[in-house]
C-alpha cells in the first residue's frame, strides 16, 4: 500500500495523559499536514511541513500539540496533558510541492476520559 | 477570515434521484477539491478544479469551478446508495504554494434504496 498511513486507528487515553501518533506520508511527497476534526464538522488545519521543517502553525495549536519531522519522512503529533476537548479524529495528509492535491490517511480517532 | 459555505448540510433521498451540492465562499480560491469521507475514515480526493468555469466528470458525478473561483458545486445524476456519505469541498488558500486547505463543514447525504 503506497497511501498515506497512520498510527493508531483509535486511542483511548485518560484525562492528563500524553499522546503521540504517527504519519507516515506517500514516499516521494515533500509537503505533511495534520488536521483535526471534530463530529460534523470539516478538517481544520494544524500544521504543516515542507521536508523537516515546520513552515506554519495554526492558532488551534496549543502549547500542548508538538509535531516533527525529523527527517522529512515520517511525522509524529503529540498532545501533552490531554484534555477532553482534544476528543477529535486527528488527518494526517501529503502532497508534492508542484501542486496542492493532498491525499489523507485514514485518521488517528483520539477519546479522552 | 476565509470561509467555506455547505449547501445543504444534510441530504436524504431516494435511489435514481439526483442532487446538486454548492459551496461557497466570498473570497477567491486557487484551486477547489472535493473529497468523500465515510465514518470512521479519511477524506479521498475526488477531484481538483483549478480553472475559473472548468467543469470535470466522474462517471455520474460532476464538478463545476465558478468562474470567479469563489464557488463550486457537485451534481450527482441518478445516486445510488453507495454515494453516501460526506461530502467535503476544500479550497486551497492563495498563495497556493503552501498548500493548506480551508475545508467546508460538509454535506451529510444518504441515499435510500
Known amino acids: 500500500d503506497t497511501g498515506v498511513s497512520q498510527d493508531p486507528r483509535h486511542k483511548i487515553t485518560k484525562r492528563g495523559q500524553n499522546v503521540t501518533f504517527r504519519c507516515d506520508p506517500i514516499s516521494e511527497h515533500n509537503r505533511l499536514y495534520w488536521y483535526r476534526q471534530t463530529l460534523g464538522q470539516g478538517p481544520e488545519f494544524l500544521t504543516y511541513?515542507?521536508?523537516?521543517?515546520?513552515?506554519?502553525k495554526s492558532r488551534l495549536l496549543s502549547d500542548r500539540f508538538s509535531a516533527e519531522r525529523p527527517k522529512g519522512s515520517f511525522s509524529t503529533l503529540e498532545i501533552q496533558r490531554t484534555e477532553q476537548g482534544d476528543s477529535a479524529m486527528y488527518l494526517c495528509?501529503?502532497?508534492?510541492?508542484?501542486?496542492?492535491?493532498?491525499?489523507f490517511g485514514q485518521g488517528t480517532r483520539l477519546t479522552v476520559v | 477570515t476565509q470561509l467555506l459555505e455547505q449547501s445543504p448540510q444534510f441530504l436524504s433521498i431516494q435511489e435514481g434521484e439526483n442532487l446538486t451540492v454548492y459551496c461557497n465562499s466570498s473570497?477567491?480560491?486557487?484551486?477547489l477539491q472535493w473529497y468523500r469521507q465515510e465514518p470512521g475514515e479519511g477524506p479521498v480526493l475526488l477531484v481538483t478544479v483549478v480553472t475559473g468555469g472548468e467543469v470535470k466528470k466522474l462517471k455520474r458525478l460532476t464538478f463545476q469551478f465558478g468562474d470567479a473561483r469563489k464557488d463550486s458545486s457537485l451534481h450527482i445524476t441518478a445516486a445510488q446508495p453507495g454515494d453516501t456519505g460526506l461530502y467535503l469541498c476544500a479550497g486551497a488558500v492563495p498563495p497556493s504554494n503552501t498548500g493548506k486547505l480551508i475545508f467546508g463543514q460538509g454535506t451529510t447525504l444518504q441515499v435510500k434504496p
Open positions: 495528509a501529503s502532497s508534492l510541492q508542484v501542486n496542492t492535491e493532498a491525499f
Open positions: 511541513f515542507q521536508n523537516e521543517a515546520q513552515l506554519e
Open positions: 473570497s477567491v480560491f486557487s484551486s
